[in-house]
């Protein structure tokens, strides 16, 4: 397998993992832990993949408390939500598993060889094997050509909560580094937004569809972060120095977070009560008063807790490994 190759197969891996929110790696040592969350864009609903030496479970936290949970194959992936509340996962076996409330399943099986990058819960879009087209294929098994792609697009999408548009990423060589183009598959044409220095990004759409926030590492081992607004992609927020990726809420308030707490705009949202080394995995909510946190104690063991932000008192378990 050639350099660029090896290099694209990490990438898509530490993409699906990052998504939106955090990355978190797997004891087996250390028993079950939340690997990856996903907020549903309403708030209502917290998807997580829950791993350990014996297998994998997608949980779903509803707000009132009820957890239902999901046994998974070792290979299943979070992908996110659907715009109609539905859960996505790549069964990394070339299919995707649509998981809805009622507790229905839907499969789309993608052609031979085809890897999933997306899906709105009526089609799951994949690239050529030439990665110079997006084709997507719906729940009838009918395929189509989304839009043409420039030379590079990486295997990897995140779709906008409206279903209705997709972010691709493109490498980019330069003499001495990789940088990452940004493009936008809106009503059948693929657009390039920015270009970040750095060769993995993960990106979050705003709940209204207009804006992207990217997360990128810097070289000092921390994070720095860009607010790109859609209709004027030219007008650049940046955050730098940041302890973990930032989140937003559907409001676009920014929120970081480090050893100590969660942060908005320099001041504290919620503090953890004590310092955290090695804090895991953290996703705040759309609306803002909630997140789910989960770090690595002195035992080895990463329970997961959700916070009530900005009320003090004993947060609630979400996870005991």
């Not at 936008?184 to 270009?195: E, F, H, N, P, Y």
Request: hydrophobic content about 40%.
């Amino acid at each position: 397998m050639g350099s660029e190759a090896i290099f694209l197969s990490k990438f898509r891996a530490l993409f699906w993992i990052f998504l939106v929110v955090a990355v978190a790696s797997a004891d087996p040592g250390a028993g079950r832990q939340v690997l990856t969350a996903q907020w549903q864009p309403s708030g209502e609903h917290l998807a997580m993949l829950v791993g350990s030496a014996e297998g994998s479970e997608l949980w779903i936290l509803g707000r009132e408390g009820k957890m239902v949970k999901r046994p998974l194959s070792q290979r299943s992936t979070l992908v996110g939500w659907t715009p109609d509340g539905s859960v996505v996962l790549d069964e990394g076996d070339g299919s995707v598993r649509i998981v809805s409330e009622d507790g229905q399943d839907r499969m789309i099986r993608l052609p031979s060889a085809a890897v999933p990058i997306s899906c709105n819960g009526q089609e799951a879009f994949y690239l050529s094997g030439d990665n110079r087209y997006l084709l997507s294929v719906d729940l009838t098994g009918q395929t189509r050509v989304v839009a043409s792609l420039p030379d590079g697009i990486r295997p990897s999408a995140t779709l906008a909560p409206d279903g209705q548009s997709l972010v691709l990423r493109r490498a980019v060589r330069t003499r001495t580094a990789w940088s990452t183009e940004i493009w936008l598959v809106k009503d059948g044409q693929a657009s390039l937004i920015t270009r970040v220095p750095a060769s993995f990004v993960g990106v979050q759409w705003h709940p209204r569809s207009d804006s992207l926030l990217l997360n990128y590492p810097e070289t000092s081992g921390g994070w720095d972060a860009r607010v790109v607004r859609l209709g004027h992609p030219k007008q650049v927020q940046t955050l730098k120095n940041l302890a973990s990726p930032a989140q937003w809420d559907r409001q676009g308030r920014l929120y970081t977070a480090d050893a100590t707490g969660v942060w908005s705009n320099g001041k504290p949202m919620h503090l953890w009560g004590g310092d955290v080394s090695r804090l895991k995995l953290w996703a705040v909510s759309p609306d803002g008063g909630r997140v789910l946190a989960s770090w690595e104690t002195s035992q080895e063991k990463v329970p997961a807790y959700l916070f009530e932000v900005g009320q003090p008192g004993a947060p609630k378990v979400v996870l005991t490994p």
